[in-house]
């Protein structure tokens, strides 16, 4: 029962369900973000020009590993339905499933990054990139060129990364993230260790700067991926023989996942172009506005952990049919991530000159622009722009969690390639506001999204309570 007064949705087992799921989600999918922020903020202490090749390097891998994301999501909502009725020992099946499409994947998606990657950057650097007026920018050809390297390393370890998310997926909905966090975290030391090497030149090794960051993120995500997969063998009911499922499930299991896929290109597809338009810019605009959307993206990570959590508890729900738990995890989804918001909001505005020192040496100037200062004055506008973040990302979570699949891709791709690359485009390059544009252009679409996802949530969720009492 929820206190006098109180909404039905903020009952304080319910609270305490979220946090329990939520923490260690959050916790874990945040080590994903780290290594990022790690390899960023080590590239910052010793070769800060170098941002731009490892940004850029997302645009292909961003979109393969957003579409492989999702499409295997489909493997925690439906492990997370038959737990919810008891039926854990028939989970097997529906990992086994997602692991022979995470093993396809990760097969084709290296293929077509690691040889599409040099005719891709010299296409958007050398034909289509329009003229800058930036004094010391490098040559187009040798952007290009340096981009496909990184983007060719990065691409050996997608791979691993396919079946390491699978497992993960999995042992989420089984209510055992506990493992994923231990093991993620332990990725992230050893990726710590592997920068220093590789860029820092520790230990005596010859420092490679973007390209070295490239080998630690994906030495690291092989190490990781075997970890994961032995505990999933160990610890769950993986391998063991199960039931045949009912008719259209593996349909059913995809179709969630397709519409989450086609989402993730247009979020990830969308944030990763405007690193291009930054580039085309300036380098120095593309690490202003880069470390200001890491900073975004390290934030968002809390939001997964609340959307990932909602999306299992709105899962189990579906599954037993119940539309009032269904309407009650949603809306306390919501209100944890507007909480969250306002609180990681908080933090960047109080600290955002410390932040930025971290990010980069304090001396580190590119382009004329002494950077850590430039990247402190965007964090105001990115600790706005992530609470939408976070809004979109829970309540499109909660609305594939009852399979509702293609609204939320729609919105997705009209808030990300409708309106935020436009805005950037105008407001960064063809107004000349530079960083300042981008971080602007990327809020509003940011806004979008999440305005629209969040109404969408509540009409759904509406609409499913008045057709149970009718």
Known sequence: MARAGWPAWAR??????LLRLSVPIAISRMSMMLMGITDAIVLGQYAPGELPFILNSWLPMGVSLGFGMGLLLGTQVLTSELLGIGHKA?????????????????????????YGAEPLFHWIFVTIAPVSDAADKLAPEFIATETAKVTRILSSGLLAFMVSQVCSFYLEALRRPLLVTVV??????????????FVGGWWGVTPMGAEGVAWATTGSRWLLTIAMFILVVVMTPAFRKSVAGPLGEAR?????????????????GGFNMTYIIATWISLAANSIYGYAIQIVGLCFMFYLGIGSATSVRVAEAFGRGNADQIRNASRLGVAATIIMGIILGIILVLFHGPISR????????????VLAPAIASLLFLAAAASIFDGLQATASMALRAQEIV??????????????????CYML??????????????????????????TLLLEFKTARLQSKRAA
């Open 428 to 453: 960064g390059l063809v107004a000349g506001r530079g960083a300042q544009g981008m971080m602007e252009g990327a809020f509003i679409g940011m806004a979008v999204a999440g305005v629209s996802q």
């Open 12 to 17: 304080a087992s319910d609270i305490s369900d």
């Open 358 to 369: 971290i990010l980069v040496r304090p001396d580190a100037v590119l382009n004329g622009i």
């Open 252 to 268: 059913r299991q995809f179709n969630v996942g397709i519409g989450t896929a086609i989402s993730n290109v247009a979020e990830w």
């Open 184 to 197: 993620m975290y332990v990725g992230v030391v050893i990726n710590l260790v592997l920068d220093l090497a």
């Open 90 to 114: 028939e989970t097997g099946r529906i990992f086994r499933r997602g692991l022979w499409v995470a093993l396809g994947l990760g097969v084709v998606l290296t293929a077509l990054v690691f």
């Open 406 to 423: 293609w609204s939320p891709g729609i919105i997705h791709i009209g808030s990300f390639f409708i309106v935020m690359i436009p805005a």
